[in-house]
């Protein structure tokens, strides 16, 4: 079977980490939360409340391409935000799958502000869902409402997995 990388992909606060860190455990794949790969610069960057640009997240997402492809298959949290980004994760070997995660601006809000320690201030939120590209028909994947226990939403994502695996035909 050809490698498959599942990209749970949203805004900051998403729950992004989270239900990759669970999805990944289910399929036992490989997980990566992307935020890890950053390099210093983009973390002073996004801490000090300055939006990155594209010189900034490209080296960024061709180390996570190369990471998905040793990994064989994988599960990864990733903002992915525009098609652009997208275009430039679906370089991975093998199938890529975007599950986008969405939940009402006031949720993600209160998710940021009660996190410890994140380098991704709450003041970057509206750049982030202003920045949002959703997925094109042409894009394979699924959008997963995330506002109920992160069970219930990886099992919802299961359910689509096992109607819809990675080597099936996809769109496009």
């Not at 998403?14 to 973390?43: C, M, Q, W, Y």
Request: glycine share 6%.
């Amino acid at each position: 079977m050809k490698p498959a990388h599942y990209v749970v992909m949203g805004v900051s606060g998403s729950g992004k980490s989270a239900v990759a860190a669970r999805l990944g455990a289910h399929l036992d794949l490989a997980a990566v939360d992307a935020d890890d790969l950053h390099p210093e610069t983009n973390i002073t960057k996004m801490a000090a409340c300055v939006p990155l640009t594209d010189a900034d997240r490209v080296p960024w997402l061709e180390s996570l391409v190369r990471w998905m492809d040793a990994a064989g298959s994988s599960v990864v949290a990733c903002s992915a935000l525009k098609r652009s980004y997208r275009d430039i994760l679906r370089r991975a070997q093998g199938d890529v799958v975007f599950i986008h995660l969405v939940a009402p601006r006031a949720l993600i809000a209160s998710r940021m502000e009660a996190r410890i320690g994140h380098f991704m201030p709450p003041l970057l939120l509206d750049s982030q869902l202003n920045a949002l590209e959703p997925l094109e028909a042409d894009e394979w994947g699924i959008v997963v409402e995330n506002t109920a226990a992160i069970q219930h939403v990886v099992d919802v994502i299961l359910a689509w997995i096992g109607k819809n695996p990675a080597y099936a035909d996809k769109p496009g």
